[in-house]
């Protein structure tokens, strides 16, 4: 079960067909190369505060995030909040939320992943989707938390 969240390529398919062109306030560069931004690395040790959690082998757990974001000069394309971590089959990524373009200051964008895991998990962070490399953001406050907890 993915909450009702649209895959990465749905939704990028999605915010191609928006566009961000006609956003008020907040002026598009053109020039500007596309990259992901990692906004926060997470320590592997929070996977195993989950019920699911095991050392290795397969399992899946559903962890609560979120992220404050500080955009001093406004979002000129949308915000596309992910969750990417490597495990045995390789990189995966898992979208979190998406932020319309606009002239606000700060955003929060969060929501509930399914993590499904293949053996042990070697790197996780929170990532910006497809964000233009000179836009300014600063990351005020994060949390990622599973669902269920263990038992000590």
Not at 2 to 20: C, D, I, W, Y
Not at 68 to 90: K, N, S
């Amino acid at each position: 079960m993915m909450f009702n969240r649209k895959s990465v390529q749905a939704a990028t398919e999605t915010l191609r067909h928006s566009g961000s062109s006609a956003v008020p306030g907040v002026k598009a560069v053109p020039s500007a190369k596309i990259r992901d931004k990692r906004v926060a690395d997470i320590s592997l040790s929070v996977l195993s505060n989950h019920g699911n959690w095991k050392p290795s082998g397969p399992w899946s757990g559903v962890y609560d995030l979120a992220v404050w974001l500080r955009l001093p000069q406004g979002a000129t394309r949308p915000l596309q909040l992910a969750l990417r971590y490597t495990d045995q089959r390789g990189e995966n990524t898992v979208l979190v939320d998406i932020c319309k373009p606009g002239s606000f200051k700060s955003a929060l964008l969060n929501g509930s992943v399914e993590v499904n895991v293949s053996g042990r998990v070697k790197d996780m962070a929170l990532y910006l989707l497809s964000l233009p490399s000179d836009l300014p953001v600063g990351l005020d406050e994060w949390h990622f938390l599973p669902q269920i907890k263990r038992s000590r």
